[in-house]
Every structure is written in structure tokens, then in C-alpha cells.
């Protein structure tokens, strides 16, 4: 990260982000413009990064599978960075409108420098010259989310979600007083509001526990942004687009944050399971196993081995769903080779994690989790464990039923 040397102060600057619901009509994007106003006229420089319209990301991917079923990264990256690029200029232009001065700025423009890595770039270097620039000249700047540019000129994107990124990363290379997520919801609640009709909004959370929620499927945050803001200190809030609510501080830990037992309960669905019998209970075998699912660039989750009994043991691992159709053949002739029985796939699963730095400090998490499940009737196929979450295995038809259980017994409604 490099901050613009010798610029002259300006007003504190403020870093918005708003999202792809919350810029999903014209109606909307002027409603943007005026709380981007609004938040200018208030003594900020104001530096704005939208997301695609709604439904414009997946459409295009859905257009591009029209055309190609193995279009390149690249091009992908080309055609995807065009959502974002729409949003800047109509929300520059509905701030012009309003009497206000904006600019547009892709991400380039903005000095996003990222590796190669198209459709999931990491950002290796952000400039933000071209910004402090346009700020000290009084004007807002609108910067499109999710994309960047090689330091050879390719366009490049951040990965799903990757828009909350760009606004953590900017933020951070501004030294920027405040850092806002302004979505379709109040803030980060206990569970997904959807999922949960009884959540309720957190008012602060560490980063480390936000980053276990957004891996584990609370997709209120990209997980990465929330990684970037971990590692380089910038505490942000998730707010609404909407309303002037207060919303979720994410922040460092404090004292005080850990005598909470649970923050939040996280759902994922789609997942997928592989269970391999009768693996040799010999060393190596293991490893023979998960060198050739890495080879094959699967992304595996949970794995359990059971405990041997005579000489053989049982490895079952999850997955996304979509992973799965990686796997094909490629374990066939690993299993062959070890003298293990052939693999059982199984789909129709889920996850559902319960996070919270309290578990620290607080014993009994897990056997409140497991008597809630219990007691609803909902069977535990597999278990993992950190330091700050418990993740249960099971079917993907309970997994509504689960969360609302596990979010009960932790009395997550009334906290
Ligand atoms: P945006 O388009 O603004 O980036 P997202 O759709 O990415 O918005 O994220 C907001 C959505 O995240 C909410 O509408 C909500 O359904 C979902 N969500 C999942 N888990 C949570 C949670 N724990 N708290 C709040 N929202 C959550
Ligand atoms: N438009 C991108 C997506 O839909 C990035 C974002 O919205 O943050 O994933
Ligand atoms: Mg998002």
C-alpha cells in the first residue's frame, strides 16, 4: 500500500460502498447520490465504490456460457468488469444532476494494481494518486468495485463480492476516517436475516470472528475484504443503504468483545460429501489421497478420519457442490492403487457453523450446539472445530430447522 505523497489536506474522507440491490435501479442510484451528497455536504471528501447492478454479474456470466463453455479468465474478466464500469457513470452522472461534482473511475483509473490471478486477482499494490487528486479538487470520485488491472495492463476481477474489497483497500491506502459496506440490510446480524426471522443486528464484532462468519457462508461480507482489513487494521461498519441506522462496527478485538459466548450461527449450503471405505491404515495413504485432489485443484472443506479398525479406516471430506464434478475420475486409480474400496459421493448436504471468540473462554458450546440438534432430531454427519467456531455436517433439508434451533439455544435473539 502506498499513500500519495504531497497532497494537501483534505477534509477527513469518508469510503462508501454500495451494492449491487442497493444501486439496482435509477430510482436507486439517485437515492445514492443524494446520501453521497449529504455525506459531502457534511465536511467529508467522499469516495464512492459501487457494484454492478443486480443481477448484472450473473447475467453476464450467464451470457458468456451462450458463447463459449470455456471462455478464458481473461475474457471473462474483460466482459465481467463491464457491470461496475455501467454503475460509475450513472451514479456520477445522478450526482452531476443533483448540482453535485463527481467523477467516474474504473479501477485502473483508481491505481488498483493486482497479480494475474484473473477472476480472483489479489490486489498487489493500490496508488490511489489519481484520487487524492480529483478529491482535492472538491470533486467526489466514484470507482467501479471488484476490478483492477496487471501491472501489464489487464483487466482483472476480485473475486464474487470482491467490491467490499476494493472499498477496504482503498480505504486503507486513504488512511480514510470511516469505511462503510451500505447494503440491503441494517448491519451484520446474528444469523442471516433470511434464514433466521428472529436475528438480530450485532452492534460489534471482531475481524476475526466476521471472517469466520463470511467464510462459513454469511455472504454479507467477501471473506477476502474482510482478511485485507484484518491484516492491515481498518475497522469498517456495515450499514444500510436505506435508512441512517446504526449498524455493525468490525473492528479489532477489545476486552469486553469475548464475554459473549456466540456471535453469530452461519449457514452454507451446497454442499457436497466423499467418503472413501477401507483406506489402508498405512502412512501415506492419506496423503496420496488429498496430493491428487490438490493436483486436480479441488478445494476440499471438512475431513474426518475414523478411528482404525483392523488395519482400515474410513476418510470422508466436503466440498461445494460444484466441486465435485472436478473430482471425476481422478481418485479412481488412487483408491485402485491404495487397496481402498470405491468412493461414495453424497450431495444434498450443508454446513452450519457457530462462531464466537467467547468459545475461548466459555466450555459447554459444543454441547449445547449438539443437545440442540439432538433434540430437534437432526443427525450430526461430521464435525470440525477452531478455536472460535464449531461446524456441523448435515442434511441440506434441515439446515433451516438447525439454525433457528442453534440460535435459540444460544439465546442469539435477546442477547
Ligand atoms: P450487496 O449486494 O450489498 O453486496 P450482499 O447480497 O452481498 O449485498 O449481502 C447482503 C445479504 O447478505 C443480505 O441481504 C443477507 O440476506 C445476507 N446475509 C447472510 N448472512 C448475513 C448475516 N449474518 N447478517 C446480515 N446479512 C446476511
Ligand atoms: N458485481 C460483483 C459480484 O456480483 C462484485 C460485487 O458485487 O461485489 O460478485
Ligand atoms: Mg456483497
Same mark, same amino acid.
Given at each position: 500500500?502506498?499513500?500519495?505523497?504531497?497532497?494537501?489536506?483534505?477534509?477527513?474522507?469518508?469510503?462508501?460502498?454500495?451494492?449491487?440491490?442497493?444501486?439496482?435501479?435509477?430510482?436507486? &442510484?439517485?437515492?445514492?447520490? +443524494?446520501?453521497?451528497?449529504?455525506?459531502?455536504?457534511?465536511?467529508?471528501?467522499?469516495?464512492?465504490?459501487?457494484?454492478?447492478?443486480?443481477?448484472?454479474?450473473?447475467?453476464?456470466?450467464?451470457?458468456?456460457? +451462450?458463447?463459449? =463453455?470455456?471462455?478464458?479468465?481473461?475474457?471473462?474478466?474483460?466482459?465481467?468488469?463491464?457491470?461496475? +464500469?455501467?454503475?460509475?457513470?450513472?451514479?456520477?452522472?445522478?450526482?452531476?444532476?443533483?448540482?453535485?461534482?463527481?467523477?467516474? @473511475?474504473?479501477?485502473?483509473?483508481?491505481?488498483?494494481?493486482?497479480?494475474?490471478? #484473473?477472476?480472483?486477482?489479489?490486489?498487489?499494490?493500490?496508488?490511489?494518486? /489519481?484520487?487524492?487528486?480529483?478529491?482535492?479538487?472538491? @470533486?467526489?470520485?466514484?470507482?467501479?468495485?471488484? =476490478?483492477?488491472?496487471?501491472?501489464?495492463?489487464?483487466?482483472?476481477?476480485?473475486?464474487?463480492?470482491?467490491?467490499?474489497?476494493?472499498?477496504?483497500?482503498?480505504?486503507?491506502?486513504?488512511?480514510?476516517?470511516?469505511?462503510?459496506?451500505?447494503?440491503?440490510?441494517?448491519?451484520?446480524?446474528?444469523?442471516?436475516?433470511?434464514?433466521?426471522?428472529?436475528?438480530?443486528?450485532?452492534?460489534?464484532?471482531?475481524?476475526?470472528?466476521? @471472517?469466520?462468519?463470511?467464510? $462459513?457462508? $454469511?455472504?454479507?461480507? =467477501?471473506?477476502? $475484504?474482510?482478511?485485507?482489513?484484518?491484516?492491515?487494521?481498518?475497522?469498517?461498519?456495515?450499514?444500510?443503504?436505506? !435508512?441512517? !441506522?446504526?449498524?455493525?462496527?468490525?473492528?479489532?478485538?477489545?476486552?469486553?468483545?469475548?464475554?459473549?459466548?456466540?456471535?453469530?450461527?452461519?449457514?452454507?449450503? !451446497?454442499?457436497?460429501? *466423499?467418503?472413501?471405505?477401507? *483406506?489402508?491404515?498405512?502412512?501415506?495413504?492419506?496423503?496420496?489421497?488429498?496430493?491428487?485432489?490438490?493436483?486436480?485443484?479441488?478445494?476440499?472443506?471438512?475431513?474426518?478420519?475414523?478411528?482404525?479398525?483392523?488395519?482400515?479406516?474410513?476418510? $470422508?471430506?466436503?466440498?461445494?457442490?460444484?466441486?465435485?464434478?472436478?473430482?471425476?475420475?481422478?481418485?479412481?486409480?488412487?483408491?485402485?492403487?491404495?487397496?481402498?474400496?470405491?468412493?461414495?459421493?453424497?450431495?444434498? &448436504?450443508?454446513?452450519?457453523?457457530?462462531?464466537?471468540?467467547?468459545?475461548?473462554? #466459555?466450555?459447554?458450546?459444543?454441547?449445547?450446539?449438539?443437545?440442540? @440438534?439432538? /433434540?430437534?432430531? &437432526?443427525?450430526? =454427519?461430521?464435525?470440525?472445530?477452531?478455536?472460535?467456531?464449531?461446524?456441523?455436517?448435515?442434511?441440506?433439508?434441515?439446515?433451516?430447522?438447525?439454525?433457528?434451533?442453534?440460535?435459540?439455544?444460544?439465546?442469539?435473539? !435477546?442477547?
Amino acid at each position: 500500500m502506498t499513500a500519495s505523497p504531497g497532497s494537501k489536506s483534505l477534509p477527513p474522507v469518508i469510503v462508501q460502498k454500495y451494492g449491487g440491490t442497493s444501486v439496482a435501479t435509477p430510482e436507486r &442510484i439517485r437515492h445514492v447520490a +443524494q446520501r453521497v451528497l449529504d455525506t459531502q455536504r457534511s465536511g467529508h471528501s467522499v469516495v464512492v465504490v459501487v457494484s454492478a447492478m443486480s443481477g448484472v454479474t450473473d447475467s453476464l456470466i450467464k451470457l458468456a456460457d +451462450q458463447v463459449s =463453455q470455456t471462455p478464458t479468465h481473461r475474457e471473462m474478466d474483460v466482459l465481467l468488469a463491464t457491470g461496475e +464500469q455501467t454503475t460509475i457513470a450513472l451514479t456520477a452522472m445522478a450526482i452531476n444532476a443533483l448540482g453535485g461534482k463527481a467523477v467516474s @473511475l474504473t479501477g485502473a483509473q483508481a491505481g488498483i494494481i493486482t497479480n494475474g490471478s #484473473h477472476t480472483s486477482a489479489k490486489i498487489a499494490n493500490l496508488s490511489p494518486r /489519481q484520487i487524492r487528486k480529483h478529491l482535492s479538487d472538491g @470533486l467526489i470520485c466514484i470507482v467501479a468495485g471488484f =476490478q483492477g488491472q496487471t501491472l501489464h495492463g489487464r483487466i482483472t476481477t476480485l473475486g464474487r463480492g470482491g467490491s467490499d474489497l476494493t472499498a477496504i483497500a482503498i480505504a486503507a491506502a486513504l488512511k480514510a476516517k470511516n469505511c462503510e459496506i451500505c447494503t440491503d440490510v441494517d448491519g451484520v446480524y446474528t444469523c442471516d436475516p433470511r434464514i433466521v426471522p428472529t436475528a438480530r443486528k450485532i452492534d460489534e464484532i471482531t475481524y476475526e470472528e466476521m @471472517l469466520e462468519m463470511a467464510s $462459513s457462508g $454469511s455472504k454479507v461480507m =467477501q471473506s477476502r $475484504s474482510v482478511e485485507f482489513a484484518k491484516k492491515f487494521n481498518v475497522p469498517f461498519e456495515v450499514r444500510s443503504s436505506f !435508512n441512517t !441506522n446504526r449498524g455493525t462496527i468490525v473492528k479489532e478485538e477489545t476486552p469486553g468483545l469475548e464475554n459473549v459466548v456466540l456471535r453469530g450461527v452461519s449457514v452454507e449450503r !451446497n454442499q457436497a460429501k *466423499v467418503t472413501i471405505p477401507k *483406506v489402508p491404515d498405512t502412512p501415506g495413504a492419506a496423503s496420496r489421497i488429498f496430493t491428487a485432489l490438490a493436483e486436480a485443484g479441488v478445494v476440499v472443506d471438512v475431513i474426518v478420519q475414523n478411528a482404525s479398525s483392523s488395519g482400515t479406516t474410513d476418510i $470422508s471430506f466436503t466440498l461445494n457442490r460444484d466441486e465435485l464434478e472436478k473430482i471425476g475420475h481422478t481418485l479412481d486409480s488412487v483408491v485402485k492403487e491404495i487397496g481402498a474400496a470405491p468412493l461414495v459421493r453424497k450431495d444434498g &448436504i450443508a454446513k452450519l457453523s457457530v462462531v464466537g471468540i467467547g468459545m475461548r473462554s #466459555h466450555s459447554g458450546v459444543a454441547a449445547r450446539l449438539f443437545e440442540a @440438534l439432538g /433434540q430437534g432430531g &437432526i443427525n450430526i =454427519q461430521m464435525i470440525s472445530t477452531s478455536e472460535i467456531k464449531i461446524a456441523v455436517i448435515i442434511d441440506e433439508d434441515k439446515i433451516v430447522e438447525a439454525a433457528n434451533l442453534a440460535h435459540e439455544a444460544f439465546g442469539l435473539a !435477546n442477547a
